[in-house]
């Protein structure tokens, strides 16, 4: 006999693999890109001091396709996340092993140019960053600014990039204001366009919705399935409503006292759906995290 409970959790893994699938089903089928793998992470382990977080992490990420890591706090996706642009290693304590390959190479390797490294993968934080004395036209290019990246039309390249961030109509009368004289999400979509303007092949973005309101939250993931056409990109979330939104893929962690380990991955409607492992199915039905 099931439960009342368990009723209500069936129905609720059904309800969030069904809106995996009708969001894949507006979306190109996930890993059929000719584009192929964007960013490989190959046997990914992470310490802070002899603390081990992060056990033997391997994920392909394919051009063209958006991956959202879930797992309970702590089990390690934002350390996970920043091995992929190199920005792991700018933390006192911090040591990892294994590679990461960007288009076949591996952005560890001697030699590799951190900077460049960054500007190819960029990153969107939890907590929207902008320059907040900067105009918002000043904020949008101030990743050239700094790689010195010579661009012919400024403000060609400063609308595109509001534009496909989903800001222009919103700002498109007061590019000389402060950034910080936005709203919060209009702060981050600013951050978005921000990681735009230098070409990025692959974002990331770390719980890049968590301190926003819903109508901002939407217009951001409107964002997410639009770049995807033509990026990489990597969302951690702890919102499973958003996950089966705009993911191709879904990669769950998990740390079970020791180090954090990724316990399953698989197209979003599978993990939500079917998932083939019980801490999956627990952690995504809300029995724990
Ligand atoms: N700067 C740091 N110094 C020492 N330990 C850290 C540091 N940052 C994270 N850790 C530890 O590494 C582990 C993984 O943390 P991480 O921030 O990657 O988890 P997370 O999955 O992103 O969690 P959350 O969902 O809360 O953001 C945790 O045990 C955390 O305490
Ligand atoms: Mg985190």
């Given amino acids: 006999m099931t439960s009342e409970k368990e009723n209500g959790e069936n129905a609720m893994e059904s309800a969030l693999s069904s809106v995996a699938n009708s969001a894949a089903q507006s979306r190109r089928t996930p890993g059929t890109q000719a584009m192929g793998v964007g960013l490989e992470a190959r046997g ?10 992060l056990d033997d992490i391997s994920l392909d990420f394919w051009s063209g396709t958006v991956t959202a890591l879930i797992g309970p706090s702590g089990c390690g996706k934002s350390t996970f996340i920043r091995t992929l642009n190199r920005m792991h290693e700018f933390i006192p304590t911090a040591a990892m092993a294994g590679e990461v390959l960007l288009d076949g190479k591996d952005i560890y390797a001697p030699g590799v140019d951190v900077t460049k490294i960054r500007l190819k993968v960029g990153m969107v934080f939890q907590k929207p960053n902008p320059f ?45 204001a ?4 936005l709203s919060g999400g209009q702060q981050q979509r600013l951050c978005i366009a921000r990681s735009l303007a230098v070409r990025p092949q692959v974002l990331l973005m770390d719980e890049p919705c968590s301190a926003l309101d819903p109508g901002s939250t939407l217009k951001i993931e409107e964002t997410i399935s639009q770049l ?19 993911s191709d893929y879904t990669a769950f962690f998990l740390s079970d006292g020791g180090p954090g380990s990724m316990i399953e991955v698989g197209p979003t409607g599978e993990i939500f ?13 809300g029995r724990f995290g």
């Fill in 44 to 53: 990914i382990h992470a310490w802070f001091g002899d603390k081990h977080v």
């Fill in 132 to 176: 907040p004395s900067m105009t918002i036209a000043e904020n949008v290019l101030a990743g050239l600014k700094l790689a010195q990246i010579k661009v012919d039309n400024k403000d060609e390249l400063l609308e595109e990039c509001l534009e496909r961030a989903g800001l222009w109509n919103e700002v498109k009368d007061r590019l000389d």
């Fill in 178 to 181: 402060y950034g910080g004289s």
């Fill in 228 to 246: 995807s056409s033509s990026m990489t990109i990597i969302i951690v979330t702890h919102n499973m409503q958003q996950a089966a939104r705009v």
């Fill in 273 to 285: 759906g079917r998932p083939k492992d019980k801490r999956t199915e627990n952690y995504v039905t």
